[in-house]
């Protein structure tokens, strides 16, 4: 395995070091010695970092985590006989517990994308997906850890404003939305229908739920997504709208109403009015 990194990145050069891998200050010499490129660097200088390497890059498989740069645009900064695969992972590929996607480029091969599976199933799921899919995904299962740990803080702030030490209210509630995905994803139930099997007539969490959904507005934290997240470049305004959309969708479904979003209209759309 062989990395670059930046001059000023000493933490991970010396971290990459310690478990084998060579480690460059500059991104050619690893794109020659090698067959599979991971890009994942910023958005923002993704052309330039490939343009760099482009004389190298015929006959190698880029696997890009650069999010919001489509496969055209990496196809178009290689060489035509580079092969180019785009993902989405999510941070939880950190516990082994990530929800990967990936999009194959028009020159990768069968083989490349089970390589490109196999990686991300080391460290969680992984699936094939059209490219028009990518910007929900994103804002989804890219984004959908914050949005789900603001409702483990919040369950866990309910439990210790009601005595519970606060370590355990988190093991308790991070635990709890574990165990409630697995349970989505094993059985194959509507999330509805395993709602309705924890709601007991006149019960608890029937109470819970009634007041969640009376009070939701009141009880949400905020989310905010501000206007400057177009700044980065013109890539972002499809992720946005769909994070957009997404976020509206989540607001107004309010039998769950831990989160409302509020956002910001884009400087354009101001202007517009």
Request: proline share 6%.
């Amino acid at each position: 395995m062989t990395a670059s990194f930046h001059p000023s990145d000493h933490a991970n050069i010396e971290a990459f070091k310690a478990f084998g891998a060579k480690t460059y200050v500059e991104n050619l010499p690893v794109v020659s010695g090698s067959e599979i490129i991971f890009i994942s660097v910023k958005p923002t200088v993704v052309s330039s970092v490939l343009e760099a390497v482009r004389p190298a890059s015929a006959g190698k498989l880029f696997i890009s985590i650069a999010m919001g740069v489509t496969l055209r645009e990496l196809e178009n900064s290689l060489e035509s006989k580079a092969r180019v695969i785009r993902v989405m992972p999510n941070t939880p590929a950190l516990v082994r517990a990530g929800a990967s996607v990936y999009v194959r480029g028009s020159a990768a091969t069968d083989d490349d994308c089970k390589v490109t599976q196999a990686l991300f199933q080391a460290v969680g799921t992984c699936e094939e997906v059209s490219e028009a899919m990518m910007d929900p995904i994103t804002a989804l299962s890219g984004s959908g850890p914050a949005y789900v740990f603001v409702m483990i803080e919040a369950l866990a702030d309910g439990a210790v404003r009601m005595g519970l030490p606060r370590d355990l209210a988190y093991r308790l509630a991070s635990q709890t939305v574990l165990g409630s995905g697995k349970l989505v994803r094993e059985t194959g139930r509507h999330p509805g229908q395993l709602k309705d099997d924890v709601t007991s007539p006149a019960g608890s969490t029937a109470a819970g739920l009634s007041h969640l959904e009376q009070n939701g507005n009141n009880l949400c934290r905020m989310i905010h997504f501000p206007s400057d997240m177009l700044s980065a470049g013109p890539w972002n305004r499809p992720l946005f709208d769909a994070v957009k959309s997404l976020a509206s969708d989540i607001q107004q479904h309010q039998s769950s109403p831990f989160v409302s979003f509020a956002l910001d209209e884009s400087p354009r759309e101001k202007n517009e009015k």
